[in-house]
């Protein structure tokens, strides 16, 4: 669940950045949307429903500024009705979510510890891609995490465990890259599928690890460098 939450919240803001005059694509573009925000709160992920709030409000304080603001009221109202009448089901589970003692939290501060010992094995290039699991238990007793042989949850920290100081600067130069192209082209909404990559990235590993969500990275990053400085966009 974790990780298909992850991929709507990267690509959503990819769906609200298309524009079409066809009614029916409108409606399955539409459809889409509440369809993501829809599995976005059934993932019942904490770091998901933060990020797609933030992205939330971002895109509707964006969106009254500019002169296409009827439309992307319309988008945001249709998640919002997409989204309330679940709150009822997701009540009961919210309250453990927010319970930052239980294992899971445990698991992922010792696997962040890991990942620490691991870098320091060779600072400058990092113990190799995919060599983290392997190693894993060099540095530390697999009875102290109770889901088994897993990466450490950062992509931040898995990269700099695996790539070091040079992969990680890499990583952190292309996102800077991107950034900076966003604020030329003016594709600000473009923004919000780079922000959702980036600040999911501090609690999950899944963007550099799994096929669906560094196909979904892929493909965020492939079109913010391919939107130029032509058209005044939002």
Known sequence: PNVLAGFAVSVLPLMLASRTSNVVTRLFLYSGICAGALVIVLSLSRAAWITSVIIGVGIFSIATVRRNRAQWRLIVASIFFA???????????????????????????????????????????????????????????????????????????????????????????????????????????????????????????YFVTLQQTMFSMAIVFGVIFSQNTSTHRL
């Open 83 to 205: 989204v309330v009448p679940l709150c009822a089901y997701v009540q009961k589970y919210f309250t453990p979510l927010l319970n930052l003692h239980n294992q899971s939290v445990s698991d992922r501060l010792v696997l962040l510890g890991a990942a620490f010992n691991l870098f320091q094995r060779n600072p400058l290039l990092g113990i190799g891609a995919n060599n983290f699991i392997p190693l894993l238990s060099t540095v530390l007793n697999l009875h102290t995490i109770s889901y088994g042989l897993q990466p450490v949850h950062s992509t931040f920290a898995l990269i700099l465990a695996e790539g070091g100081i040079f992969g990680l600067s890499l990583y952190l130069f292309l996102c800077g890259v991107a950034i900076v192209h966003i604020y030329k082209t003016k594709y600000y909404v473009l923004g919000f599928s780079l922000f959702g990559i980036i600040f999911l990235g501090f609690f999950d590993h």
